[in-house]
């Protein structure tokens, strides 16, 4: 028989009166002992806060429509931009725990002033055509399908050359820069600095011909050279690879999934330090296999219809829909009809941390 006195596990009163004693001193030295306070901190497996979501484009343009009518856009505010805020994450303006995705709306002939931040960022247009970002003195034009890079402390600012509205979706490092207390910032011009309306950036007319490289840029650059990936490019490389998989030649990542990564020329790897931008497309019928992934991803739908099946749970989406997947949840995505969706994460921060890891899980 054991009684409280003597039972091993049970403290006698003096120790409980020690203990907490203890556990009130470090609370007042500002200290946390593992034992009581690891918390979630050491999953068996990541177990995000942020939660799989989706916010319907339908939604989300009649708002930034508002936003158009109501609020000016100009020094101090500086961008017409609305984040896309994961449930999850406690109110913050974060699609998830790396990553910001805002809708972006400038009126016709409106300017978003230039500045700069140490933030990586880029744009990717879902529709509409007439502004002009201009980064670093090169005016680039933002159209249908393309995406846009502004690597960090780049001066960036944008304006629209027609009457009419355009709206487009950034995507930015804020929350990875925000917590590594990483982050500068600096106000440009308040006007763009250049404001022609080319055709092609000057990046563009010097770096992106296919496998070329100029021979003044051999140094390998963190942020790809490239300021804009046209959508003709990439729809190009996409439509090859099901051509290829209809003539038998093994070409795509799955049965009818074609997929691309955009890359920096100068060493082949991801566009930005921080982001990862790919793009898919899916015949319709085709499906991807389940797949769990190590950092988190973000889907625009470009076109097309079908379903995200995360966790279990099916999502339907078609045209402009955005799409959070979270660090290590179960996905797969369906095509109802051939589905083209642009993809980013922060996958480069995970790898060059070594905490990759992917799972695919059997089909069913
Ligand atoms: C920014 O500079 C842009 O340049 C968009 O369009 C969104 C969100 C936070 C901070 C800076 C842009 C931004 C941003």
Redesign the pocket.
């Known amino acids: 028989m054991t009684d409280a006195t003597t039972a091993p596990d049970a403290p006698n009163p003096e120790d409980a009166a020690a203990l907490d004693a203890l556990y009130g001193d470090f609370a007042a030295g500002n200290m946390m002992p593992l034992w009581t306070d690891i918390g979630d901190l050491m999953p068996a497996a990541p177990h995000p806060s942020a939660i799989p979501f989706v916010w319907r484009w339908a939604d989300l343009l009649p708002l930034a429509q508002r936003a158009g009518e109501l609020v000016p856009v100009g020094r101090g505010g500086?961008?017409r931009?609305i984040a896309l805020a994961n449930p999850g994450l406690g109110g913050r303006p974060y699609i998830s725990p790396t990553l910001?995705c805002?809708i972006?709306y400038l009126g016709g002939h409106e300017v978003?002033p230039e500045?700069r931040?140490s933030?990586n960022?880029f744009r990717f247009v879902v529709e509409g055509e007439g502004v002009w970002t201009v980064v670093n003195g090169d005016p680039v034009r933002m159209s249908r399908g393309d995406l846009l890079l502004?690597p960090g402390w780049n001066f960036?600012g944008?304006h629209n050359e027609t009457a009419n509205p355009m709206a487009w979706i950034?995507g930015?490092d804020?929350p990875f820069v925000h917590y590594t207390d990483t982050a500068f910032f600096e106000y440009g011009s308040e006007r763009v600095t250049d404001e022609s309306t080319p055709d092609l950036s000057r990046s563009e007319r010097l770096w992106a011909h296919p496998g070329l490289r100029p021979l003044t840029g051999l140094a390998a650059a963190a942020s790809s050279p490239i300021a804009a990936y046209r959508w003709e490019h990439t729809d190009r490389a996409l439509a090859a690879q099901l051509e290829l998989e209809d003539e038998g030649h093994p070409a795509t990542v799955g049965p009818g999934h074609a997929a691309v990564r955009y890359i920096n020329p100068t060493t082949g790897r991801d566009v930005l330090p921080t982001i990862r931008a790919q793009f898919h497309r899916l015949r319709g019928g085709a499906a991807t296999s389940t797949v769990r992934e190590v950092g988190s991803t973000v889907y625009q739908v470009f076109s097309g219809r079908g379903a995200f099946v995360i966790d279990g749970q099916e999502h339907p989406v078609s045209t402009g829909d955005i799409v959070v997947v979270p660090s290590w949840a179960a996905a797969s995505i369906h095509a109802d009809e051939q589905l083209d969706l642009f993809a980013f994460g922060d996958q480069p921060i995970i790898e060059k941390l070594d905490f990759d890891r992917t799972l695919t899980e059997a089909a069913n």
Do not use: G
């Open positions: 500086e961008r931009a910001w805002a972006q978003a500045h931040h933030q960022a502004t960036h944008h950034d930015l804020i």
